[in-house]
């Protein structure tokens, strides 16, 4: 079992709704196990294909393989087992305290969502493979959400210490993952295409697990779309350029063409031979969702691969979408499975309790669904971890608001001082699953009885 705790979860309050929306969450936790998904794309035979692509074992010399992001270690270990002694050396970069461990890949562990020492550390030595692999030898990359933070290297100029200042300041602003990303890749040597230029002698090919809204390759590998101007725009929109630290400031103030991430120009000047497999991404997620439903005798109705905005603000909004369904049966007839997919971000200004997006959204549903029989709401991070908790998100029902209301806790408070944890906790709502084996983004899970 994935889920942990499900004997905590289900026997309160709406019991037949949380025992079927936990049934959702874990087949369909269970069909995107990121081992799983490289064993289908990756086969050796007579010759080694990944995904659409052929190599002939004759014409390569040394296979190295590297990567980061969050439970990356399931696609390394993956990768080990069909390749075994034909990888000559390698290195991935896994959260810290996460993942599976492997036989001969090394494992760094990285700091996320904010980068630490061994972020440095581990982009450090991806680099230095990337940079040792030559003409005739393949490169294999794995990339998982995450990545970005988990290999942070900054440039000469930028200390961790002040890298890690832009980047939690970029955390608690709100803004979404792709704008954070524009900021961090060129805040790192590995980021933004980087890591291709690193490799360039050799032929590159990057499995990659999508976990942003746009459904397309993206990581260390990727030739980047957006510059250092971008940068310093999403700086100066979340109000954040005159609080970072000023060796950040001048950096992306006095950056040139030099300093620039690489654009798919520069793949081409360099001769880089990188190619881009996805192997997994979040509406694998969601359809996976839908058939457990399904076999459930339930009618699934996905409603959005790519949810964004504020996390309490999307938690009213399908909070208010199953009441809708409850009482009017419109825009579906009950009973039904709504399935939600993408990320959401939460603006923290000022003192701030514990707590993560998928939690701060549950939360925000549970007010809005106060009293209901018949919805059921849950939101999990699917590598098993929401925001800086070791919770992978929590399940509210219309009876969560007056069993809080019981126990003394202000739901209305923890949800202004971003204290979510501390009411899920005290409640035994919070979902707890540990490794899951992949990283899609968050799944949301509503269920109208």
């Known amino acids: 079992m994935i889920i942990q705790n499900s004997d905590e979860l289900t026997p309160k309050g709406n019991t037949r709704g949380r025992e079927t929306v936990l049934k959702i969450i874990e087949g369909a936790l269970e069909q995107v196990n990121s081992y799983d998904l490289i064993m289908e794309q990756v086969k050796l035979n007579d010759d080694l294909r990944i995904g659409p ?71 450090e030595e991806i680099l230095r493979i990337a940079r040792k692999a030559e003409k005739d030898d393949l490169v294999i990359v794995c990339v998982t959400g995450g990545c970005t933070s988990l290999t942070m290297l900054p440039p000469e100029g930028i200390t961790l210490e002040d890298a890690r200042k832009v980047c939690n300041s970029l955390l608690n602003s709100g803004a979404p993952l792709e704008d954070m990303n524009t900021v961090r890749k060129h805040l790192s040597q590995v980021g933004g295409g980087k890591l291709s230029m690193a490799a360039y002698q050799a032929e590159v090919v990057s499995l990659i697990a999508i976990d942003e809204v746009a459904s397309l390759p993206w990581g260390p590998t990727v030739p980047d779309t957006t510059s250092f101007s971008d940068a310093k725009h999403v700086l100066v929109r979340y109000d954040l350029w005159d609080i970072i630290p000023s060796s950040a400031r001048d950096y992306f103030e006095k950056a040139d063409i030099d300093q620039e991430t690489p654009k798919s120009t520069d793949f081409e000047r360099m001769g880089v031979r990188a190619h881009h497999v996805i192997f997994a991404e979040n509406r694998m997620l969601c359809r996976a969702a839908e058939r457990t439903a399904t076999e459930l005798g339930l009618r699934p109705v996905t409603i959005s691969t790519s949810v964004e905005g504020e996390a309490k603000d999307v938690g009213i909004i399908l909070a208010s979408i199953a009441k809708e369904i409850e009482t009017n049966k419109q825009p579906f007839n009950s009973p039904c499975v709504l399935v939600a997919g993408g990320e959401t971000t939460v603006t923290i200004r000022g003192e701030h309790g514990e707590g993560g997006r998928n939690q701060e959204l549950a939360l925000a549903a549970a007010l809005k669904i106060a009293g209901s029989k018949k919805i059921t709401i849950a939101s999990i991070g699917t590598d098993g971890t929401d925001g800086p908790t070791d919770l992978a998100g929590a399940i509210v029902d219309g009876y969560s608001l007056e069993r809080a209301r019981r126990a003394g806790i202000d739901a209305v408070e923890c949800l202004r001082m971003h204290d979510s944890s501390s009411a899920f906790r005290r409640l035994h709502d919070a979902i707890r699953t540990g490794d899951t084996g992949t990283n899609l983004m968050d799944l949301m899970i509503v269920y109208v009885s």
């Not at 390394?76 to 996460?98: F, H, S």
């Open 53 to 123: 692509l052929r190599y002939d074992l004759k014409k390569i010399n040394d296979i190295f393989l590297i990567g980061g992001g969050k439970q990356v270690t399931f696609a390394a270990c993956a990768l080990e087992d069909i390749l075994q002694d034909k990888i000559r050396e390698g290195v991935v970069v896994e959260k810290k305290g996460g993942g599976r461990k492997t036989k001969k890949i090394r494992v760094v562990e990285g700091g996320h969502p904010i980068p630490d020492e061994g972020s440095a550390i581990g982009g």
